[in-house]
């Protein structure tokens, strides 16, 4: 018999793909045990699976609940790809609407952390989170804000804006690179003030 329907299951990320297990208070945080319930489509050749081959659980942090932090202990399966001309025999089934792949954040969070580190700068932008129950070091800011400009590294860009950008505040500053058009606006951030940055930049570009 399915479960009952939980008020909690509307908090979720991707509600409408998973589905709430249980919910555990520890200490200083909730654990919170969820499943996904969709279809397992192989992520290199699209074709559906229903053949299972295993499971495992994915560790994520999410949104805070009432000011403490939020883990989400995902169950993941794995399925066999019965297509014979894939090259991919075994995959996880994707939820990019909770996760990216082999991250340790769900994607909501993943954009606060990185428009605070926009801001903020790294130091400055950890405090702000923890603040907000968002427990993170300012060397996992920095990186986050670093990878949403290399995912982006590829796409053509028409309006490019261009400013500083405090690594430590009042220690070290870099040049970050912004779309002025693109709603994921970050382009790149680099060591260094303008001129030279710019330069390098372009290179990296061309």
Same mark, same amino acid.
């Given at each position: 018999?399915?479960?009952?329907?939980?008020?909690?299951? &509307?908090?979720?990320?991707?509600?409408?793909?998973? /589905?709430?297990?249980?919910?555990?208070?520890? *200490?200083?945080? !909730?654990?919170? *045990?969820?499943?996904?319930?969709?279809?397992?489509?192989?992520?290199?050749?699209?074709?559906?699976?229903? #053949?299972?081959?295993?499971? +495992?659980?994915?560790?994520?942090?999410?949104?805070? %609940?009432?000011? !403490?932090?939020?883990?989400?202990?995902?169950?993941?399966?794995? !399925?066999?790809?019965?297509?014979?001309?894939?090259?991919?025999?075994?995959?996880?089934?994707?939820?990019?609407?909770?996760?990216?792949?082999?991250?340790? %954040?769900?994607?909501? /969070?993943?954009?606060?952390?990185?428009?605070?580190? +926009?801001?903020?700068?790294?130091?400055?932008? #950890?405090?702000? =989170?923890?603040?907000?129950?968002?427990?993170?070091s300012d060397d996992t800011v920095i990186r986050m804000v670093k990878a949403s400009g290399d995912a982006a590294a590829g796409d053509p860009v028409?309006?490019?804006? /261009? *400013?500083?950008?405090? %690594?430590?505040?009042?220690?070290? +500053?870099?040049?970050? !690179?912004?779309? =002025?058009?693109?709603?994921? #606006?970050?382009? #790149?951030? =680099?060591?260094?003030?303008?001129?030279?940055?710019?330069?390098? %930049?372009?290179?990296?570009? &061309?």
């Open positions: 018999m399915a479960p009952p329907p939980s008020h909690s299951q &509307a908090v979720l990320p991707a509600a409408q793909n998973l /589905v709430l297990d249980r919910i555990e208070h520890v *200490d200083d945080r !909730f654990l919170v *045990d969820v499943h996904a319930q969709q279809t397992a489509r192989c992520p290199a050749c699209g074709k559906l699976s229903q #053949s299972r081959h295993s499971a +495992y659980v994915r560790r994520l942090k999410d949104l805070p %609940w009432q000011g !403490f932090a939020v883990e989400l202990r995902l169950k993941t399966r794995r !399925f066999r790809c019965r297509n014979q001309a894939c090259t991919r025999k075994i995959f996880a089934e994707p939820l990019p609407e909770v996760a990216r792949s082999h991250a340790r %954040w769900t994607t909501r /969070v993943s954009e606060i952390i990185r428009l605070i580190g +926009y801001t903020a700068g790294g130091l400055p932008g #950890s405090r702000i =989170l923890d603040r907000l129950a968002i427990p993170i028409r309006h490019i804006g /261009v *400013d500083d950008w405090a %690594w430590r505040k009042g220690q070290s +500053y870099g040049t970050i !690179f912004v779309d =002025l058009i693109s709603i994921e #606006s970050l382009i #790149s951030c =680099l060591t260094g003030r303008q001129s030279l940055s710019e330069r390098g %930049w372009k290179t990296t570009r &061309a």
